[in-house]
Every structure is written in structure tokens, then in C-alpha cells.
């Protein structure tokens, strides 16, 4: 009982001093801040266009890609700019950084909505000029935005003030996300069936986010991730968002007093982490759905998330905090 209260006693502790270390951090004026939150009103706008606009695309209303899209972008955004403020506040590229990664997410953003008030799918659409434009300019803009992800990671590796526990999470998180991010383009590889149809000057589909043969089915509610074939959006959403997962860890441990224990904990999430989603895109590749049973897959899952639950409490109970005061 007295370990629990404890570890309440901690969490607020540590609410506290996070607000206190964001109230120095001038966010207005940040590119990236502000595309979290016109990520985060995008969203909610949206939300009731979803009941009155009852048009469907495949089986799903139009909007809800791009919601699923917003919400993405929007915390990628508020988690990014807070790893750059608060560590990478003297980089040279920190500002032309949040720039670019500001513009590729709304030219995404933009693209996918508009495609979507047209009753066209914004992705692996070849089937007029138009669409094909789209397709190119959507496919070049998120492959800027991930090399500007990917160069946060040297600044980091070279930053002085960051204890190990920290640099370690936040590089898993960062290099996780990137590897999360260029699954992306599995999907947009086209299949045999698409080339031999484009041979033909039949201009229909290029790539898409189902692996194996047959009905991929309705899907999840909300995600629409098929639970009969494989589906690469899986470990590209996993492999993309386990990074908050790390900045919540960096977070917690960045006051805390460094052990070699609480290094090697950090170090082992996250050979699990990126591990779990390699195993998810190998499933994806043989046709099989993540969310079907397989005993192999299944079994290799569960130790997965059993180790990383054990992981987690270890490195959220243990140490202490080196700090007491808080400054208000």
C-alpha cells in the first residue's frame, strides 16, 4: 500500500515539475506547437461532418481517414516540439526543422481532406491525372518529413546535457518512428496484378495496405485494420507511435538520479519495441492478420508484451528522485 502511494506521490511530483520546465519554454512561438494544435481543431471539426456527410468509400465514411490522420500529425507534433525545445533549444536546425516537418504535414493533411470532400481515396489512386499528382506530391512530401525526423537523431547522439537513460530513450523513440514511417512504403509498392492492368493502360490502383489473397473484411471499428489478412497500417501506426511511449519514459526518468540498471532497462524496451514491430511486419508480409490467431505469432506477442508491462513498472517505480523541491 505504502509502495502505491508512493508512486502516486511520484506521478504528481513529476506533472508538476513538467509544467514547471514548460512554463520557460516559449511554445507560441514554435512552428511545430502550432500544427499540433490546428491538427488537434481539424479534428474536432471534423468529428461532426462524420454524422452529416454519411458518404462511404470502401465500406468507411470519408472522413475518417483524415481524423485518424489529424490525430496522428497533432501528436506527433506536441511530442515533437516538445523534444526539441527542451533538448535541442541551441541546434542551428531546430527552427528550419519544425518548418519543414510544419509544411509536409499539412500539404498531407490538405491532400488527404480534399481528396476526401471529392469521394476519392487520397492514397494508391492512379485512376485520373489528378489523382496521380496527388498520389506523387503526398509520396514526396512524407518523404521530406522523414528525413527531417530522422536528422533530430544526430543532434541528440551529440548532446552533452542529456544523461544516458535519457539520450537512449529518446534515440529509440526517434529511430523506432523513422523505421515505423518508411514501412509506409511497402504499401505503395504496386502488385503484379496493378502492373500488368497499367501494361494495359488501365490506370486503377497502385500499392495498397492489404497483404495476402481474399476479403480483408470490414476491419476494426475506427482504424479499419483487416482481422483476416495482413495489413501493413499496423506496424506503421505501432512503429510511429511507440515513440511517445519513450518521450513519456525520458520524461519520467530526466529528473531522476542515472543507474546503470535504469539504463539497461531503457536498453532492453526497446530492442523489444522495435523487435515486437519487425515481428508484426514479417506476419503482415506472409498475408496473416496481426489480430487472428496464430500460435507462433500469437505466442511470440504475448512474451513480447509480458516483458515489456514488466519493463515498464520497473522503470516508472525505480529510482527515486534525486530532486525533492520544486520551484514554482
Same mark, same amino acid.
Given at each position: ?25 516559449? *511554445?507560441?512561438?514554435?512552428?511545430? +506547437? ?5 491538427? &488537434?481543431?481539424?479534428?474536432? !471539426?471534423? /468529428?461532426? @461532418? %462524420? ?35 527542451? *533538448?535541442?533549444?541551441?541546434?542551428? +536546425? ?5 518548418? &519543414?516537418?510544419?509544411?509536409? !504535414?499539412? /500539404?498531407? @493533411? %490538405? ?53 544516458? !537513460? ?163
Amino acid at each position: 500500500m505504502f509502495t502505491m502511494y508512493t508512486f502516486y506521490v511520484d506521478r504528481v511530483y513529476l506533472f508538476v515539475y513538467a509544467v514547471n520546465i514548460m512554463k520557460y519554454a516559449d *511554445f507560441k512561438k514554435q512552428p511545430l +506547437f502550432w500544427n499540433g494544435i490546428a491538427m &488537434a481543431v481539424l479534428t474536432i !471539426s471534423m /468529428i461532426p @461532418i %462524420v454524422f452529416l456527410d454519411t458518404r462511404t468509400l470502401l465500406g468507411v465514411n470519408l472522413w475518417i481517414k483524415p481524423i485518424k490522420f489529424t490525430i496522428s500529425l497533432g501528436v506527433y507534433s506536441l511530442s515533437t516540439v516538445w523534444i526539441l525545445e527542451r *533538448f535541442l533549444a541551441d541546434w542551428r +536546425f531546430n527552427r528550419k526543422t519544425q518548418i &519543414a516537418l510544419t509544411i509536409t !504535414s499539412v /500539404i498531407e @493533411i %490538405v491532400l488527404i481532406t480534399y481528396q476526401a470532400a471529392k469521394g476519392e481515396a487520397s492514397h494508391f489512386n492512379v485512376s485520373t491525372t489528378w489523382n496521380q499528382i496527388v498520389f506523387s506530391v503526398m509520396g514526396t512530401s512524407i518523404s521530406i518529413f522523414w528525413l527531417f525526423h530522422l536528422g533530430m537523431i544526430f543532434p541528440i547522439l551529440k548532446e552533452k546535457g542529456i544523461s544516458q !537513460s535519457v539520450r537512449e530513450s529518446l534515440l529509440w523513440g526517434l529511430s523506432i518512428a523513422g523505421f515505423g514511417m518508411i514501412i509506409g512504403f511497402f504499401m505503395t509498392q504496386p502488385r503484379p496484378e496493378q502492373l500488368e492492368l497499367m501494361k494495359q493502360g488501365i490506370f486503377q490502383t497502385s500499392g495498397s495496405h492489404s497483404f495476402g489473397t481474399g476479403d480483408p473484411g470490414p476491419g476494426i471499428t475506427f482504424f479499419g485494420w483487416s482481422t483476416v489478412i495482413g495489413d501493413m497500417r499496423v506496424p506503421h501506426f505501432f512503429g510511429m507511435h511507440v515513440m511517445q511511449v519513450f518521450f513519456v519514459i525520458a520524461a519520467s526518468l530526466f529528473h531522476k538520479k542515472e543507474t546503470k540498471e535504469q539504463v539497461l532497462l531503457v536498453r532492453f524496451m526497446g530492442v523489444l519495441l522495435f523487435s515486437l514491430i519487425i515481428v508484426m511486419v514479417i506476419q503482415t508480409l506472409l498475408g496473416q492478420s496481426i489480430f487472428s490467431f496464430q500460435p507462433l505469432f500469437t505466442g511470440v506477442y504475448g512474451l513480447h508484451l509480458l516483458l515489456i508491462l514488466s519493463l515498464g513498472l520497473r522503470l516508472f517505480f525505480f529510482p527515486k528522485f534525486s530532486n525533492t523541491k520544486v520551484t514554482i
